[in-house]
């Protein structure tokens, strides 16, 4: 799992792995490339080895995404979940894990993608365009920001008088059902 802040998706899914409802999906370690990521004390309490890939203290985005890259293959890692991680990977990464690279977007895809449409920005975006519905949407990853081909979708009201924090607290509690399910069916059809 990787991750950049606070890692409720990963909660979630350490949730559904406790709980015996991750199936074949084991989370055998997590990545943060921030080291303040609330996330990372969340996976210690669930004993999943955590570690920080600092991009800033790597001071290259090659050096980074090389460190990257041998915390994957060291781990002997079979599929990679991006659960609120921020950068974008590079193509030697994504060729590595071609289809096996899976990411939580809060939004409808393809509607609200792309660089720069994360967190908040997405929820405002719903809001200024005045949808009637957003949602969320487990994807794989390609080459582009919230692009690859789409898995599962959870769909949810717009209400009047909602503000991005109010849209995103609704579509939160469905990409933290969403997102566990999407992994299980996903790591059951790997062979
Ligand atoms: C989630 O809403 C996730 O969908 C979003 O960041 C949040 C991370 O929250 N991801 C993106 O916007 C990616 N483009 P979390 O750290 O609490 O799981």
């Known amino acids: 799992m990787l991750i950049s802040g606070g890692g409720s998706n990963?909660?979630?899914i350490l949730r559904a792995q406790a709980a015996g409802e991750l199936g074949r999906g084991q989370v055998g370690l997590v990545i943060s490339n921030k080291p303040e990521a609330a996330g990372l004390e969340r996976a210690r309490r669930y004993n999943v080895p955590a570690r920080v890939v600092d991009r800033k203290a790597l001071g290259s985005e090659n050096a980074f995404q090389a460190a990257l890259l041998s915390a994957l293959t060291d781990s002997k890692t079979d599929v990679v979940c991006l659960a609120g991680f921020l950068r974008k990977l590079a193509p030697v990464i994504i060729q590595k894990f071609r289809g096996r690279i899976l990411n939580i977007h809060p939004a409808l895809l393809p509607k609200y993608g792309g660089a720069g449409m994360y967190g908040h920005f997405v929820h405002e975006?719903?809001?200024a365009?005045?949808?009637?519905e957003s949602g969320c949407t487990v994807?794989?990853?390609d080459e582009e920001f919230d692009r690859g081909p789409v898995l599962a979708q959870v769909r949810v009201p717009v209400l009047p008088g909602d503000n991005a924090e109010t849209l995103a607290a609704r579509v939160l509690e469905q990409e933290h059902r969403l997102y566990p399910q999407a992994i299980t069916r996903f790591c059951e059809g790997l062979s």
């Not at 365009?129 to 009637?132: H, L, N």
């Open 10 to 12: 990963l909660e979630a």
């Open 125 to 127: 975006a719903v809001i």
């Open 129 to 132: 365009a005045g949808d009637a």
């Open 139 to 141: 994807h794989v990853v």
